[in-house]
């Protein structure tokens, strides 16, 4: 039975969280994952308010176990989520985007439990005074918008923990057991994972973009977009083209690079489409079962621990 301070705030039976991803993460990913013991995320990004409605009501109808709602906080729509997560009964929020403040005082006047996500350790501070349960250290290597710092995961959490008296939970570049098992490493109370789980075959993602992150080579992501909010996403034909210097001005590219990321086409292929994903996209070779992620992930970390520790028994005396 593993129990520690984020299994307590999430009401799970595993300390890992599925990475809230925008028109991804909707109610049944979000309930496949909280029934497989894990913590399920609806994503608000971009999506009408009636429609937010209608993924956590589908959401409550296939599991009874907790799961939560991510809302950006520079979404214009952001309050109205949350009075809708609010009328629903969601427990949990987790909040990205920009600075915690009057959503975060009115999800806990509501009794709701927030996560936040930062990339670095004055934004941790910033969310820790804003009274946040527990803070999400995304890194680098993640997909989708990442911190302007480029602080790596691995650098990033050990950093958090040793700053906030909150529990943290790493997110960016893990997925699979001895990752999850590298970050408690590092105090990292909970993971989070995004990349991992768009390799299931419950993630609603068009079949091109499943073996895209397949085929992705170790060095398959970049980061693309400097000035605006860069953003991790795969390299092909469509990324490459918008990261061109000669591609038009600056401007153009971002605004490219903001609508096409906003749509997945699934009629669409590979290389018409701009895909996020993080570098841990290296690591995926078939596409399985979301409910087989969750537990492989848990046992493998399970495993590790239990081999890792023969390393530091007490060595026997030579003379015996
Ligand atoms: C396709 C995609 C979409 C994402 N959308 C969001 C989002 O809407 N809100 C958010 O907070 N994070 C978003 N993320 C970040 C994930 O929630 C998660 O923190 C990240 O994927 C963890 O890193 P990993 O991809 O290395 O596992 C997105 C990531 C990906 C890959």
Redesign the pocket.
């Known amino acids: 039975m593993f129990a520690n301070r984020l299994t307590e705030i999430l009401g799970t039976q595993y300390p890992l969280i599925?990475?809230?991803?925008?028109?991804?993460?909707l109610g049944s990913m979000a309930a496949a994952v909280s029934n497989s013991g894990a913590f399920g995320?609806v994503?608000?990004?971009l999506l009408r308010p009636a429609d937010l409605r209608r993924e956590i009501e589908l959401a409550c109808s296939l599991t009874q176990l907790p799961f939560g709602v991510?809302i950006?906080l520079i979404r214009k729509e952001a309050s109205e989520y949350l009075e809708i997560a609010i009328d629903l009964g969601v427990p949990v929020i987790?909040t990205?985007?920009g600075r915690p403040g009057a959503i975060v005082e009115k999800a806990k006047r509501a009794g709701m439990k927030v996560l936040h996500?930062v990339s670095s350790v004055s934004q941790g501070l910033q969310a820790q005074a804003a009274g946040v349960d527990a803070v999400?250290a995304?890194?680098y290597?993640?997909?989708?918008?990442v911190g302007r710092e480029k602080t790596t995961?691995f650098c990033l959490v050990p950093q958090l923990v040793d700053a906030l008296r909150i529990p943290v939970v790493a997110?960016?570049?893990?997925?699979d057991g001895r990752g999850f098992l590298a970050a408690l490493a590092l105090g990292a109370e909970g993971v989070?994972?995004?990349?991992?789980?768009?390799a299931t075959r419950q993630c609603p993602?068009p079949a091109y973009y499943k073996q895209a992150l397949l085929a992705a080579p170790d060095d398959g992501t970049f980061l693309l977009g400097k000035k605006a909010m860069p953003v991790?996403v795969l390299r092909n034909d469509k990324s490459l083209r918008i990261q061109n210097p000669n591609h038009d001005q600056e401007d153009a590219g971002v605004r490219e690079q903001n609508d096409t990321l906003d749509y997945i086409d699934p009629k669409s292929d590979a290389d018409k489409t701009l895909?996020?994903?993080?570098?841990?996209?290296g690591l995926l070779h078939e596409i399985n079962e979301l409910p087989e992620v969750v537990q492989s992930v848990m046992n493998q970390a399970a495993e590790r621990a239990r081999s890792l520790a023969a390393y530091f028994r007490p060595s026997r005396p030579a003379s015996l």
């Open positions: 599925l990475g809230p991803m925008r028109r991804i993460t995320q994503a608000t990004g991510n950006p987790s990205s985007a996500k999400v995304m890194g290597e993640a997909g989708g918008h995961t997110a960016g570049g893990l997925g989070e994972m995004g990349t991992r789980f768009l993602i991790r895909m996020m994903a993080g570098q841990i996209a």
